[in-house]
Antibody, heavy 119, light 111 residues
Framework: QLQLQASGSGLVKPSQTLSLTCAVS??????????WGWIRQPPGKGLEWIGY???????YYNPSLKSRLTISVDGSKNQFSLKLNSVTAADTAVYYC???????????WGQGTLVTVSS | QSVLTQPPSVSGAPGQRVTISCTGS?????????VHWYQHLPGTAPKLLIY???NRPSGVPDRFSGSKSATSASLAITGLQPEDEGDYYC???????????FGGGTKLTVL
């Protein structure tokens, strides 16, 4: 069974860059029919789609985050990454990585990693 | 405020049936974009429950079912069990926002 595991900086200072990586195991990230996405959940709130990427490098971003967001994929390491710059306290959340389908649902999720933005 | 509207909470006794609504608009559910449902239990990652309106992934019990009509969708859970207690989210796509969207989530309490 394919598994995803997110990791990265758990504490980020305001105005700095949040960086996370999602390692994919027991399967390949190189499929043309799957996307690799990020979703977050601020404390006490619901899920928010951040964006996703295909192995080809094609990306789709939430317009509300697009100006600060970069999602990339590394097929050689079987992982994909998220960078969100100029963070504020509003970016504090549990960040999930997930495998997406061509019809936009996410069928496999990683456990999630808490990122806190604080000085 | 979410583009997809869900009731904040629903409850039911073990064995009962509950439904969770997801109300959208002409730019998302009403534009024929598919609806998907997730179960988010405390301390775990969200789990896909229903995809493309009414399909269950392998391993999801047939107690869970989805439906869609016009600008709304519903998740029905029959034979409620204590382990069903958690949060449930609907998800679709919005053409006006050009974004994948989630409902605000519904907390299910099994009494």
């Amino acid at each position: 069974q394919l598994q995803l595991q997110a990791s990265g900086s758990g504490l980020v200072k305001p105005s700095q860059t949040l960086s996370l990586t999602c390692a994919v195991s027991n399967g390949s990230i190189s499929s043309n029919f799957e996307s690799w996405g990020w979703i977050r959940q601020p404390p006490g709130k619901g899920l928010e789609w951040i964006g996703y990427i295909y192995h080809s490098g094609t990306t789709y971003y939430n317009p509300s985050l697009k100006s600060r967001l970069t999602i990339s994929v590394d097929g050689s390491k079987n992982q994909f990454s998220l960078k969100l710059n100029s963070v504020t306290a509003a970016d504090t959340a549990v960040y999930y990585c997930a495998r997406g389908s061509l019809t936009d649902f996410f069928d496999l999720w990683g456990q999630g990693t808490l990122v806190t933005v604080s000085s | 405020q979410s583009v997809l509207t869900q009731p904040p909470s629903v409850s039911g006794a073990p064995g009962q049936r509950v439904t969770i609504s997801c109300t959208g608009s002409r730019s998302n559910i009403g534009a024929a974009f598919d609806v998907h449902w997730y179960q988010h239990l405390p301390g775990t990652a969200p789990k896909l429950l229903i995809y493309v309106n009414n399909n269950r992934p392998s391993g999801v019990p047939d107690r869970f079912s989805g439906s869609k009509s016009a600008t709304s969708a519903s998740l029905a859970i029959t034979g409620l069990q204590p382990e069903d207690e958690g949060d449930y989210y609907c998800q679709s796509y919005d053409s006006s926002l050009s974004a994948v969207i989630f409902g605000g989530g519904t907390k299910l309490t099994v009494l």
